[in-house]
């Protein structure tokens, strides 16, 4: 399974930005796939993860600002990120756990990460 983000880039402060992650390879259904993001010196942290029927959790911290969604039939999960702040900044990586995918791995999987940095 490998998992193709994009979409980083430079934004100012209260802008936006889109991210998306595709994935392929042998599975037939991901239930869940997520977004974290690691800032410098920081740990990776949960941004915001959907289910296969829609159902979304977000931190805190970007929630009313960040939207997750998916597209099942093109295997692909979005970010869209509205007033962006420059705490937002960070590397950010798309995810799928193994264990909700059928079929079924120990392996989680990871995308190779895409910068957002957000400007004052």
């Known amino acids: 399974v490998q998992l193709q983000a994009s979409g980083g880039g430079l934004v100012p402060a209260g802008g936006s930005l889109s991210l998306s992650c595709v994935a392929s390879?042998?599975?037939?259904?991901?239930?869940?796939m997520g977004w974290y993001r690691q800032a410098p010196g920081k740990q990776r942290k949960l941004v915001a993860h959907?289910?296969?029927?829609?159902?979304?959790n977000y931190a805190d911290s970007v929630e009313g600002r960040f939207t997750i969604s998916r597209d099942n039939a093109m295997r692909t999960v979005y970010l869209r990120m509205d007033s962006l702040k420059p705490e937002d900044t960070a590397v950010y990586y798309c995810?799928?756990?193994?264990?909700?995918?059928?079929?079924?791995?120990?392996?989680?999987?990871w995308g190779q990460g895409t910068l957002v940095t957000v400007s004052s």
């Open positions: 995810n799928a756990p193994g264990r909700t995918m059928i079929p079924s791995s120990a392996t989680d999987y």
């Open positions: 390879g042998r599975f037939s259904v991901i239930n869940l």
């Open positions: 959907i289910s296969r029927d829609g159902s979304t």
